[in-house]
Each structure stands twice: as structure tokens, then as C-alpha cells.
């Protein structure tokens, strides 16, 4: 029988506890995940899934989780790397990427700036091209609060495929994580990731 593999992410920062356990579970099978915030179970958990694994969550007191990993047999795990389609330059390949970082859009008048990103949502929900991913963070993660007045508009685009991803850091810096209207709490593993390997990036 293997041993499991203990990752103590007790009081760690995101994404650190996310990291630790994709190298962790890279090189064991078995893997126990130890954290203490419902943020860092949530994206231990999307990571254990992305990874192909078997996983097991037991709660233990003053909410600390334990997270168990086991990579099935034959599991591949995702990519880091998307594989570029014969012809295309990995950039070429990537997904088309908005990213959000403020509740408005450009700078100068802040009612002109509401006024804007409030249209272009409206925009983008409107035409046939659409994003493949939506990553919010910073100010940007009001826009997805239950009393956004965007959220109509966001909640066409998930409709339509596209994949939405909420900085939980920054849902906690403002405190407004139980206000989160539209997508799934994320973390900067996650969203650095993703820009990253973004074949286009757009940053309104």
C-alpha cells in the first residue's frame, strides 16, 4: 500500500496551498491535503478534479478540512500547456481571455466609466463572438455580485459556455465573498495559469 503524502497548507495564502498540492500529487498517488478556509478546499477540490483524481473531504473541528487525493488508474491529469492545432503557434491556440480588474472601465470620469463597462457587458453578451473565459479580480469582482448591475448580462454569457472565474482573494479583501452572484471563486494559480496560455487577452 503507498503512503500518503501529508501537505500541511494550514494558514497559507492562496494560491499556495493549490500549488503545493499539484506537486504533491505529481509525483504520490496518495496525497492529504490539510487547510482551514472553505477557499482553499474549493480550489484543492477543482484542482483534484482537473488532475483526474478520486477525492475525499472530511471536516474537523474550527474548520479545519482534510482533503484526500488519489489519482485514479490511467488518469492523465490536465496540462499546463494547451497543444496547438497542427499549424497554429501555441498563442494561436489558446482561448480568447477578458479580464477584469475594475468595476469600471477606462479612467478619467468614474460615472462615465460605470456607464461604459456596464455597455460593454452588454455588448459582449450581444455578439456572436464570445469570450472563452472571464476572469475577474480586484474592484472587477463587484461586477458579480448579486446586485451588479451587469449580472443579467453575466448570466447570459455563462448561458452561452462562457467559464467565469472569481478572485476569492479579493472577494475577502472587500468582504463580499456570500454576495458572489455569478461564477466560481478562483485563485491567482488559477488565473495566472489561464493568462498565461491565453491565445488572445483582452483587458477593457
Known amino acids: ?53 478520486d477525492i475525499k473531504v472530511e471536516k474537523k473541528k474550527d474548520n479545519i478540512y482534510e482533503i484526500n487525493l488519489k489519482r485514479k488508474t490511467g488518469a492523465t ?13 501555441p498563442a494561436q491556440s489558446g482561448p480568447f481571455v477578458i479580464v477584469i480588474s475594475a468595476d469600471m472601465m477606462g479612467r478619467g470620469n468614474d460615472e462615465l466609466g460605470y456607464v461604459l463597462i456596464r455597455a460593454f457587458f452588454h455588448t459582449i453578451a450581444l455578439q456572436a463572438e464570445k469570450p472563452d473565459i472571464m476572469i475577474f479580480y480586484n474592484t472587477g469582482v463587484k461586477l458579480a455580485l448579486k446586485e451588479s448591475e451587469v449580472l443579467d448580462d453575466l448570466k447570459e454569457l455563462v448561458s452561452a459556455g ?16 456570500e454576495k458572489l452572484g455569478v461564477g466560481v471563486v478562483s485563485n491567482m494559480y488559477d488565473i495566472a495559469g489561464i493568462m498565461s496560455r491565453a491565445g488572445r487577452l483582452l483587458a477593457p
Do not use: H, W
Not at 77 to 89: F, H, N, Q, R, Y
Not at 162 to 177: I, S
Open 1 to 53: 500500500m503507498s503512503e500518503i503524502k501529508i501537505v500541511n497548507a494550514l494558514g497559507l495564502a492562496c494560491p499556495q496551498p493549490v500549488v503545493l498540492a499539484k506537486q504533491a500529487i505529481e509525483t504520490n498517488e496518495k496525497v492529504k491535503v490539510i487547510v482551514d478556509n472553505e477557499t482553499a478546499l474549493e480550489n484543492v477540490k477543482r484542482l483534484g478534479t482537473k488532475l483526474g483524481c
Open 77 to 89: 491529469g490536465a496540462k499546463d500547456e494547451l497543444v496547438p492545432s497542427c499549424g497554429a503557434t
Open 162 to 177: 462562457v467559464e467565469m472565474l472569481v478572485c476569492g482573494t479579493c472577494l475577502n479583501y472587500f468582504e463580499v465573498k
